[in-house]
């Protein structure tokens, strides 16, 4: 089993910037992919950007240039350093981990966090 804990949600104004932290713990040895997805009210849960042990990335379009994934193998934590923040970036930002699979399927990835609220708004 694997546990994994997001946190560094909260409201900012657009143009803004927030870093939120994925935090794994448990049998994460054979966990290859990690991603961030995001799911705003009304819509279907969105892959925003992965990263893979060995540090090859995919973010989606909307953030590209405002976005950056990384990943500390030695204390387990992914990050996702988001810039230029707009209110369409609104959303349950989630952390998720899979051991193998496509990036691109939710269904593929084995563990999930609870989510972390962003709010971008004046």
């Known amino acids: 089993q694997v546990q994994l804990v997001e946190s560094g949600g909260g409201l900012v104004q657009p143009g803004g910037s927030l870093r939120l932290s994925c935090a794994a713990s448990?049998?994460?040895?054979?966990?290859?992919?990690m991603a961030w997805y995001r799911q705003a009210p009304g819509k279907q849960r969105e892959l925003v950007a992965a990263?893979?042990?060995?540090?090859?990335?995919y973010y989606a379009d909307s953030v590209k240039g405002r976005f950056t994934i990384s990943r500390d193998n030695a204390k387990n934590t992914m990050y996702l350093q988001m810039n230029s923040l707009k209110p369409e970036d609104t959303a349950v930002y989630y952390c998720?981990?899979?051991?193998?699979?496509?990036?691109?399927?939710?269904?593929?990835?084995?563990?999930w966090g609870q989510g972390t609220q962003v709010t971008v708004s004046s």
């Open positions: 998720a981990a899979q051991y193998s699979g496509s990036w691109f399927s939710a269904r593929e990835y084995h563990y």
């Open positions: 448990g049998n994460i040895f054979s966990i290859n992919t």
């Open positions: 990263i893979t042990r060995g540090g090859s990335t």
